[in-house]
């Protein structure tokens, strides 16, 4: 009779039982006891407000990392092959990677048809902007355009669609699609330009 073991897993050890204060840890976690969920949120705030990430949103993070870490609890995605600590600041280092990639595809919004920003010249006033300067302008040169434009160029900014499809699922022409984006990033544009000259107007606002 042939056998049905996989030998690529029979040198993986099994994993090892879960610690009494991890599973009481927990198991007053997924039950909103107080001490418990201070205590993982106390290790998501040490990941999610390392200064590599270079973000502002710590407690949106935070909540986003503890709505992850519940999905992974009831999913049995926590085996117990590392310890809890380590598990919860894993999950939570995912999310705050997530979030450092969303930041980036709407930091450089889709302003030019061809995706590529323009070298800066020298009179840009734009052109010492750090990374986190032009996230943060970019967000304000969002909250700023009327919603149509905001959710169509965040939407071209995160996703990438095919006109095509963009057209199909708005139920419109593929030229009023083209039409629609063109004078978004036109708008968009003017507003940048606009900011870019007046800092002390967008600079202190938050994110979110």
């Given amino acids: 009779m042939t056998s049905t073991r996989d030998p690529r897993f029979e040198s993986v050890p099994p994993a ?3 610690t009494e204060g991890d599973r009481e840890l ?6 909103g006891d107080r001490r418990a969920t201070e205590q993982v949120r106390d290790w998501i705030l040490a990941v999610v407000r390392h200064r590599a990430w270079r973000l502002d949103r710590t ?3 935070a909540q986003d990392a503890a709505a992850e870490l519940i999905r992974a609890f009831r999913a049995g995605r926590f085996e117990g092959r590392s310890s809890l600590k380590t598990f919860v600041q894993t999950v939570t280092k995912y999310t705050c990677l997530d979030a450092v990639r969303r930041a980036r595809r709407v930091s450089f919004l889709p302003l030019e048809e061809t995706g590529e920003p323009e070298p800066p010249g020298d009179d ?3 052109r010492d902007l750090d990374a986190r300067e032009t996230a943060r302008l970019c967000y304000a040169v969002l909250r700023r355009l009327p919603e149509p434009c905001r959710r169509l160029l965040v939407r071209v900014a995160a996703e990438d669609p095919a006109y095509e499809d963009l057209a199909a699922e ?3 022409a593929v030229g009023t ?3 629609r ?3 978004c990033r036109d708008r968009a544009n003017t507003i940048r330009r606009r ?3 007046e800092p002390r107007t967008w600079r202190g606002e938050s994110h979110r």
């Fill in 181 to 183: 984006v063109a004078r």
């Fill in 16 to 18: 090892p039982p879960l």
């Fill in 124 to 126: 840009d006033p734009g």
């Fill in 59 to 61: 407690d949106d993070l």
């Fill in 195 to 197: 900011l870019l000259c």
């Fill in 170 to 172: 708005l139920e419109v």
């Fill in 177 to 179: 699609i083209k039409s």
């Fill in 26 to 31: 927990l198991e007053g976690f997924l039950h």
